[in-house]
């Protein structure tokens, strides 16, 4: 009876339920699009049209019952509607606590004004997965030279919660060369790039880096494209060609595709990217070059964001440039990308700049900045770090739909003028400081600049080749119309790389936004994130392995609380060509305010032969309650022959969950190169969803790249240099020395051999840069080689053990006799000192000066071997005293020690009688 009784009753509710629904829903009629996304940290509009369909007038306050995901920013104000009537209403939300992909109903509720309901309806609402994908090179390694095995480090990022998949490409304005690379959610990489990746120049080169990057969605694959472009300094090698000719390195690509999704469609595209420079002579510091890409030739008249070209000119005192492409300035004015023309004018240590930009992409609007700096070094105006001060002021102005490039005067508040500061300092060899601020100006109600309240950006940046440690901080206190929130922010990370022990990467994050617009309710976000990744040796090729990460969300003053806990711990086999990593632990979370308690098993393998074959394999398991989900993932790369180059990559995804459904993704790419000008690449791609049955499309791609270069202009055969260095004691060649010769580098080889092939006749500096600083080297360095005219000149080196000299004062107080004739000067008043004594030891080459410490000694240590003085500087002795000798001379053999004393005595007067004209003579 009672089952019975239980069923009646809930039998009754439901259709109590379902008759009160359909009162309510009498009354009014919602219509909404199908499928509304909302994304994270960002405000999203949501368009209701609400109609009427009773016979009378009606008063209702709209409402929505709140979801932890996100919340309403628009006030829900009083609505009137007349009999009949049909509105059409926008309500602004802020999704603000969530990083999962979701799925929502949204009750919205419409209630008389007695808050009884009257109306009630679900609305679907997806949220979108938290995204973050970020790319940048490791400048920590210093200095980077080109000897062909030299390599860059690029830093992969995958700050999301879902995976992230891509592509990257390396211009070096010959040819193309692309990597592979996955990253499961919160994950990152460190890839290793060859220099011979880039166009180089004489003392730098152009990190070119284009990122196409995909995000894994649960029925999706969704891509977007990530570029870095940065001019690095580095030491670029005396690389002699015979048959020398200047380049203009270029390609032209043709491009078919099929894509089956949807209706069956073909697409084609022509690319066109070209990259030249024109120089009088190899070292002439006046240069010319020109830069243009262009992703679909076809369409002249259309450009997209990708789409650049630029004209530059520099010589000692000018440089300039011209064109369509990203002109950046320092930190907080940011970068802007459009047409515009920069001047930039170096007299002596001063650098005057202006900038006109027209920006197609963040501002829409004209921009025009003028700046004034001071330089270091004249020579390395391409490094902001040789920047010790500068100003900038910068002018900001709408009217976009000018013909003009440059833009009018508006009212409106988002024009502001700004004035910035820049200071970077170089404490050291290897610490930086910077410091920017930033003031404004609104055009609209000609306020005046506000000096007190600044925005600020802090850096200090210490880095050695194994090590780099730096600290951001950014803060803006005061909310600027049309320009920025409230924000403050900081930021430190640390990282060390030494496979021999220990390596790691830790960084710490902290961030807090709010905004108090006149259309919104104010609101505040607080994020925290810290991650540790250790690598540490613990037997031979074995190494034991961590990864710690905690990302915190608070917002609207701590109402809302969002914690995202991993701790992972595994091991990890580096042998030769062969990487194995595995680690497990727990994924602590709590979104939509339910705690979850995930274990994770993540296993990586990598097998890397060269640039012959490499395979990579990822697999990561989750289990979640009685959910079970996992995702794999297979790079294979292999060069057939040095004509043909394969890859294949497969990702496969088995979820369980309510959200994501098994999905397999797989590409492949075929390269043929039957002559180092022209190249064929067959590409295709396939998506599998095991979504509302089976899903499935693919895309097939056939491009044909031509490469070409100007004529060739050879030159004749001159003279050759060739450097020598040994260890004679070990009877070893000194490899990898890098080696300076005016405005020429090399580097010894295997054998301890440097070259310079094809020079002029003259007189060549030689030095060592890298030289260790107990290292020395004989004949003692800087050098001076004289090569003569088509001749073939030889000098050899060795590595040499340095000798010492210790320097001793003896201050006496009387002086000696000598036949009566010597007596004590009367008058000295002077203490005993033996102490900042100055001594200067010097021979053909070399002058070296040092001062005694209280016990009236010195060293001369790493010194080499030959014939040396030594003597005091007379200014520096004490008042009234001298020394019986004042100089000494010394043969100093290698790898020897010696002691020199000094004796320091008062001055005497000599007396001298004899007898002329009755007169006593004395001489002092």
């Known amino acids: 009876m009672a089952p019975n009784l239980i069923s009646k009753t809930k039998f009754f509710c439901l259709l109590f339920i379902a008759l009160t629904s359909s009162l309510l829903a009498k009354n009014f009629e919602v219509y909404t699009a199908e499928n509304i996304s909302f994304e994270i940290n960002k405000v999203s509009v949501l368009a209701l049209k609400i109609k009427n369909i009773s016979s009378q007038e009606q008063l209702v306050v709209p409402d929505f019952i709140a979801s932890p995901a996100f919340s309403i920013i628009s006030p829900l104000q009083a609505l009137h509607f007349a009999k009949e009537e049909e509105k059409n209403l926008y309500y602004v939300f802020l999704v603000e606590n969530t990083q999962q992909l979701q799925s929502l109903t949204l009750p919205f509720i419409l209630r008389d004004e007695d808050y009884n309901t009257v109306f009630k309806d679900y609305l679907k609402i997806n949220i979108k997965p938290y995204t973050s994908f970020k790319a940048w090179i490791d400048k920590s390694q210093l200095p980077i030279f080109d000897d062909k095995t030299e390599v860059l480090k690029l830093i992969l990022e995958n700050d999301s919660n879902i995976p992230c998949i891509g592509d990257i490409s390396f211009l070096n304005g010959i040819e193309k060369q692309g990597k592979q690379f996955y990253l499961q959610a919160g994950e990152y990489d460190t890839l290793s790039v060859g220099l011979d990746s880039f166009l180089k120049f004489e003392s730098f080169f152009n990190a070119a880096i284009d990122i196409d990057y995909s995000f894994i969605y649960s029925d999706s694959v969704v891509t977007n494209n990530l570029s870095i472009n940065e001019f690095l300094p580095y030491y670029s090698l005396y690389q002699p060609d015979l048959q020398s000719f200047y380049k203009i390195p270029a390609y ?21 990217w070209a990259y030249g420079h024109i120089q009088r002579e190899k070292h002439d510091k006046t240069f010319v070059s020109w830069y243009f890409k262009k992703d679909n030739g076809r ?17 000692d005192r000018i440089e300039s440039t011209v064109g369509r492409e990203n002109y950046s300035t320092i930190n907080l004015l940011g970068s802007h990308y459009g047409n515009g023309v920069e001047v930039n004018y170096y007299p002596k240590s001063l650098a005057f700049s202006y900038q006109l930009v027209k920006d197609y992409y963040r501002e829409q609007s004209t921009l025009s900045t003028y700046s004034l700096s001071l330089l270091k070094d004249k020579a ?37 003028d700004k004035i910035a500061t820049n200071i970077s300092l170089n404490l050291s060899p290897n610490l930086q400081f910077q410091n920017e601020l930033l003031w404004f100006r609104n055009n609209s109600t000609n306020d005046e600049f506000d000096f007190a309240q ?3 950006y802090n850096q200090i940046r210490y880095a050695v080749p194994s090590t780099a440690i730096e600290f951001k901080h950014y803060l803006q206190t005061e909310k600027i119309d049309g320009e920025y929130d409230y924000k403050k922010s900081f930021e430190s990370n640390l990282s060390h790389n030494n496979h021999d022990l220990l390596s ?18 104010p609101y505040e976000q607080t994020y925290q994130q810290h991650f540790l990744k250790p690598k540490l040796k613990i037997y031979k090729s074995l190494y034991a392995l961590g990864d710690y990460s905690m990302y915190r969300y608070n917002s609207r003053s701590g109402s809302s609380s969002i914690k995202d806990k991993q701790l992972l711990m595994g091991i990890a086999l580096d042998y030769n060509f062969l990487y194995f990593e595995a680690l497990a632990g727990e994924h602590n979370y709590n979104y939509s305010y339910k705690d979850n308690n995930e274990s994770v098993l993540r296993l990586s393998a990598r097998y890397l032969y060269y640039d012959k074959f490499s395979l990579t394999a990822n697999s990561k398991t989750t289990k979640l309650d009685d959910n079970v989900n996992q995702n794999q993932h297979i790079i294979l790369e292999t060069s057939i022959s040095k004509k043909v180059k394969a890859s294949v990559s497969l990702q496969n995804y088995h979820y ?19 002559h180092y000008r022209h190249h064929f690449t067959l590409s295709g791609k396939h998506y599998e969803l095991m979504q509302k049955g ?14 070409f270069n100007m004529p060739v202009i050879p030159k004749k055969y001159m003279s050759d240099m060739r450097l020598e260095f040994v260890d004679s004691y070990k009877n070893q060649a000194l490899d990898n020395l890098l080696i300076k010769s005016g405005n020429m580098y090399a580097l010894t080889n295997e054998h301890g051999v440097a070259e310079f092939l094809n020079i002029a ?38 590595l040499a053990k340095h000798s010492k000299i210790t320097v001793q004062v003896n201050l006496h107080k009387k002086t000696n006799k000598d036949n009566g004739n010597y007596i004590v000067y009367s008058d000295s008043q002077e203490p005993d000192r033996k102490s900042d004594i100055s001594f200067v030891l010097q021979n053909k080459d070399v002058k070296i000066i040092k001062k005694t410490d209280k016990h009236g000694v010195l060293y001369y240590d790493q010194l080499f071997a030959g014939n040396w003085q030594i003597y005091p500087l007379q200014q520096s002795l004490p008042h009234n005293y001298e020394f019986e000798k004042d100089i000494q001379s010394i043969e100093v053999l290698e790898d020897s020690s010696y002691q020199m004393e000094f004796d320091l005595r008062p001055k005497a007067i000599i007396f001298q009688s004899f007898i002329d004209g009755g007169e006593v003579k004395i001489k002092e």
């Open 252 to 272: 032209l690509s043709n491009k078919v595709v099929y894509d089956s999704y949807g209706d069956d469609k073909w697409e084609h595209s022509l690319r066109f």
């Open 299 to 315: 369409f002249l008249n259309h450009w997209t964001d990708s789409d650049e070209y630029m004209i530059n000119f520099y010589n």
């Open 380 to 416: 390395d105006y391409f490094n902001e770090q040789n920047k010790i001060i500068s100003f900038y002021f910068q002018s900001k102005r709408r009217d976009f739909n000018a013909n003009s490039l440059i833009g009018k005067d508006t009212n409106l508040p988002e024009d502001n």
């Open 454 to 456: 600044p925005m600020i």
């Open 504 to 521: 790691f990467v830790a960084g710490f994050r902290y961030s807090n936004e709010k905004s108090d617009y006149k259309w919104a309710y």
């Open 656 to 674: 369980q969950g309510n959200a994501w459904r098994n999905m397999i993704v797989s590409d492949g790419s075929l390269q043929f190169k039957p």
């Open 694 to 707: 089976m899903q499935s499309h693919y895309t097939v791609s056939l491009e044909y790249t031509m490469l």
């Open 761 to 798: 006749k003259g007189n060549y500096p030689i030095e060592v840069v890298n030289l260790d600083a107990k290292q020395m080297i004989f004949p003692q360095l800087p050098d001076t080689v004289q090569v003569g005219d088509k001749e073939k000149a030889v000098k050899k080196y060795s």
